[in-house]
């Protein structure tokens, strides 16, 4: 085995896949300190830059004091506080649904929810371009998993003639995908649901914080919460700015799912002061608009200016901008040009996106500045010259 295990490491190195990591020593937003050295970051996740947020630092400081780290136990033996139930509630309310779940990370959730909700039989039919914990989810269930193009509602109407009405059939998709910074046609996919008697299951992951009334999401900008067939899973650990999940829905569904779910009924429950953490950010999401306003702006200032430079981006309107490469090793080479240049942005390559689609995963947030983007662009545009005359 340690013969072989060594062969395939040394596979992954030749086809530039192998992944390294930088122990940062801070930085969760806009700077990312490494060896003593800050760089212009374009990699987090933190789309409001909320993570440093005092007011969260100290709702969290504060719980640790009265709580300690850890508590000690799942929900269903003693780790479930009047602070889980409270954040529950506010979260029910923030989204519009009857009940609300809370898991310790997102890939929990997907996997606790959708093996809940499927079984062997159930049809359960996925975007191509969803996140790993939804694939995986439909995997465990056993269900007949069913992969149709990314977005593409013709696709996915042939495949759902392949289904028995009378089954547990469901459709997962991501609202916002994590790589290409498109949105799901979500009232497409509900209106096919509804025709097949199916299911939707939606991760709001990379959209709650950004879209919606107050940041509560795309289902919500829609009018398509509180709906029987439709169900929302996210988590707090991007715009948010803290840590956990959670699954969002009709009550009964919502209940079923915490009577069934092994992620649920086996994982320690969120500390609490993860907990106090998060509902202080969701109030600050709610009241300051002005984060939401910024970040967009954002976005279309470098839409507009990235067109200049002459790489090949995706058509995204949201926080996340993808510059197609195309050849992983290229990519790794510019993502360490970049480097050099004291920006970082690491380089996306297969499992993560598809062979020959290769990228620059350039995530924007709110501590950015017009002037970053200038800068980001000045580079990129001296690198591609100098690619050229090599």
Do not use: C
């Amino acid at each position: 085995m340690k013969n072989n295990i060594k062969s395939k490491l040394k596979s992954i190195k030749l086809s530039s896949g192998y992944r390294t990591r930088k122990a940062k020593e801070f930085g969760n937003s806009r700077i990312f300190k490494y060896m003593n050295k800050e760089y212009l970051s374009f990699a987090s996740n933190d789309y409001l830059s909320l993570s440093n947020d005092k007011r969260i630092i100290n709702a969290a400081k504060k719980a640790l004091d009265n709580h300690g780290y850890s508590v000690a136990s799942s929900a269903l033996i003693s780790g479930y506080t009047k602070y889980h139930h409270k954040l529950e509630e506010e979260l029910s309310e923030f989204l519009g649904n009857e009940k609300t779940l809370l898991f310790s990370t997102g890939y929990q959730a997907n996997l606790g929810v959708i093996k809940s909700l499927a079984q062997r039989g159930d049809f359960i039919y996925s975007d191509r371009l969803n996140h790993a914990s939804l694939i995986d989810g439909a995997i465990i269930s056993r269900g007949k998993f069913k992969r149709y193009k990314h977005n593409n509602i013709k696709d996915l109407e042939k495949n759902l003639t392949l289904s028995n009405m009378n089954n547990n059939n469901m459709i997962i998709t991501d609202s916002l995908f994590s790589m290409d910074g498109d949105i799901a046609n979500l009232k497409q996919l509900n209106k096919k649901a509804k025709q097949h008697n199916m299911n939707l299951l939606v991760d709001e992951a990379h959209a709650l914080g950004v879209y919606g009334r107050n940041g509560n999401g795309i289902v919500n900008s829609l009018s398509l919460n509180n709906k029987n067939n439709i169900f929302i899973t996210g988590t707090f650990g991007k715009a948010v700015g803290t840590f956990g999940a959670f699954f969002s829905g009709k009550e009964d569904i919502v209940e079923y799912v915490l009577q069934k779910s092994r992620s649920y009924i086996y994982s320690t429950s969120l500390p609490v002061s993860a907990v106090e953490a998060t509902r202080k950010s969701l109030k600050i999401i709610q009241k300051e608009d002005w984060r939401r306003d910024k970040l967009f702006s954002l976005i279309n200032y470098f839409k507009k200016n990235v067109k200049s430079i002459g790489y090949n981006t995706l058509k995204s309107n949201s926080q996340i901008q993808g510059i197609i490469i195309g050849d992983a090793k290229k990519t790794i080479e510019i993502s360490n040009e970049l480097f050099k240049k004291n920006i970082y942005i690491p380089s996306i390559r297969p499992p993560t996106v598809e062979e020959g689609k290769s990228r620059l995963r350039i995530s924007l947030t709110v501590d950015h500045s017009e002037s970053d983007i200038d800068y980001l662009l000045n580079i990129l545009d001296t690198i591609s010259r100098n690619l050229v005359q090599s």
